[in-house]
């Protein structure tokens, strides 16, 4: 698995995330979400919704996301990451993983 | 609660209120604003300019920059006056790059020639004369009489937006009305 | 460029509209002094009352024709100026970098408060500091209830419903919630029964 379809795989995950709503591009400069039937589309197919970088300290990842109100959002949040660190771990990636970033852009 | 009920009742919600929440990210507060006061933003816009090419350009680009500024706006119920001056500014630099951006002196070209007499024939009431009359100044008598009788700005605001000194927009101001009177005499 | 300024009925005009611009009649004695000053205080009167008129227009004045031209203003917002300081969250591991954005919180501040029936949110703000855990943190929310509503009874209710959220959503920490009633509005006569 190269990393970008690494990414791919790691974004499906997180939309599994029970909580999760979207994810969102977390490329620079891009409009996220604007009006809901924008986010509906973006929902179907996020450019990119998971950055992930390596360096000397091992792979880092990062995810914008939007998550609902029926459980906290800071357990949705806690989920999301635990989720990512299971599957790289899994991945196995020869320099480990450096840091795991998630981002709730949104709440409800 | 759906959109439509939100939307709707956000529409009873003070311009304070909705400002303020567009302040904080809420898009459907700003879209209110924009109904709000969308209509009058198009029809200063277009007097500024001239004509209603451009305008609404002038006025999208208005809202987009509103947006990423009403954190700044300390008074947010006079969010009104600040839409209206952030659109002022816009119309005044689209016509600044029309001259390619050179000093407002040199804005004081007459206007091109136009067929009088079939404008005059269209022409049906004070308002429709005096809208010819300004189609017919030079940009830079316009843009100062626009924003001193319609707009409601001072001298040293008008001197500041244009860049030129009180005495030069007094001058510019006085040819305006002058030939905007001349101007409405002859449609009469 | 001064040649114009020479003539004496540009002056006339002048005075003639420092007064009006002051909001003050311009005195009597110069009126009558001469039929052009008459009529220039005619015209000058004529084109003001046309300048008024000129963005005479409806309040919400736009029509169905527009929706395309508000949709393309709304697309082209900048969603990402919003976010705000980044508000951490807690997580026993050094590798999780875990945050809620500003702009997730005050959405959150919102949805709560417009939950509580007769209130509209306004503007949100977190003082303090919000970006280091444990920070003790006022939420300043602006409001406005429905008319008639008794209004230290919606406050409350809006302070209640905004704790909530918080609590059950963040990890601030929360020391006041302090609500100010900025405005009074007036519920749709066609709104009635569809608020939730």
């Known amino acids: ?108 | 609660m759906a959109d439509v009920d939100r939307l709707s009742s956000l529409a009873e919600a003070s311009d304070r209120i909705l400002a303020g929440r567009a302040a904080d990210g809420d898009v459907r507060g700003f879209e209110v604003l924009i109904r709000r006061h969308g209509a009058l933003m198009r029809a200063y816009a277009a007097r500024i300019l001239g004509s209603n090419a451009d305008v609404d350009d002038v006025v999208q680009d208005a809202f987009i920059t509103a947006w990423d500024k009403l954190p700044e706006l300390e008074d947010l119920s006079a969010v009104k006056s600040w839409l209206m001056r952030i659109v002022n500014h816009k119309a005044i630099d689209r016509i600044r790059a029309r001259h390619d951006h050179a000093p407002i002196e040199d804005w004081d070209d007459p206007a091109p020639e136009r067929e009088q007499p079939e404008r005059q024939a269209e022409t049906h009431s004070q308002q429709d004369s005096l809208v010819r009359a300004l189609e017919l100044l030079p940009d830079a008598q316009r843009n100062c009489w626009v924003m001193k009788e319609v707009g409601g700005f001072s001298y040293d605001e008008i001197s500041a937006e244009l860049g030129v000194p009180p005495s030069t927009v007094r001058g510019l101001l006085a040819r305006a009305r002058r030939r905007l009177m001349t101007e409405m005499e002859e449609w009469r | 460029m001064n040649a114009a300024n020479d003539d004496p009925a540009d002056d006339i005009v002048d005075v003639l509209s420092d007064y009006l611009d002051r909001g003050v009649e311009p005195p009597r004695e110069l009126i009558e002094q001469s039929p052009e000053n008459h009529l220039a205080l005619a015209a000058l009167l004529r084109v003001r009352e046309a300048a008024r008129s000129l963005i005479d227009v409806d309040e919400g004045g736009l029509s169905t024709g527009d929706e395309g031209w508000i949709d393309s203003i709304l697309t082209n917002l900048h969603r990402e100026v919003k976010a705000g300081r980044a508000i951490p969250l807690t997580h026993p591991s050094p590798r999780a970098n875990l945050t809620l954005t500003e702009g997730a919180v005050r959405g959150l501040v919102r949805a709560a408060g417009d939950s509580v029936d007769g209130v509209l949110v306004g503007r949100c703000v977190l003082d303090g500091d919000v970006t280091v855990a444990g920070s003790p943190v006022v939420v300043r929310v602006e409001a406005s209830v429905f008319w008639g509503e008794p209004i230290p009874a919606a406050a409350e209710r809006l302070r209640v419903a905004i704790a909530g959220a918080l609590i059950q959503h963040t990890e601030l920490a929360i020391e006041a919630v302090d609500v100010t009633i900025t405005d009074v509005h007036l519920r749709r006569t066609d709104d009635e029964g569809q608020q939730s």
């Open chain 1, 1 to 108: 698995m190269n990393d970008s379809e690494l990414a791919r795989e790691l974004g499906r995950l997180v939309l599994e995330v029970p909580g999760v709503l979207q994810s969102y591009d977390t490329r620079p400069a891009v409009v996220a979400a604007v009006t809901d039937a924008a986010a509906a589309l973006l929902r179907q197919a996020p450019a990119e919704p998971i950055t992930l970088s390596r360096g000397p300290e091992g792979i880092a990842v990062a995810v914008k996301i939007a998550v609902d109100d029926d459980r906290p959002a800071a357990e949705t949040c806690r989920d999301v990451y635990s989720v990512l660190m299971d599957a790289l771990q899994e991945q196995g990636p020869p320099a480990g993983v450096a840091s795991i970033s998630v981002e709730v852009s949104r709440i409800g």
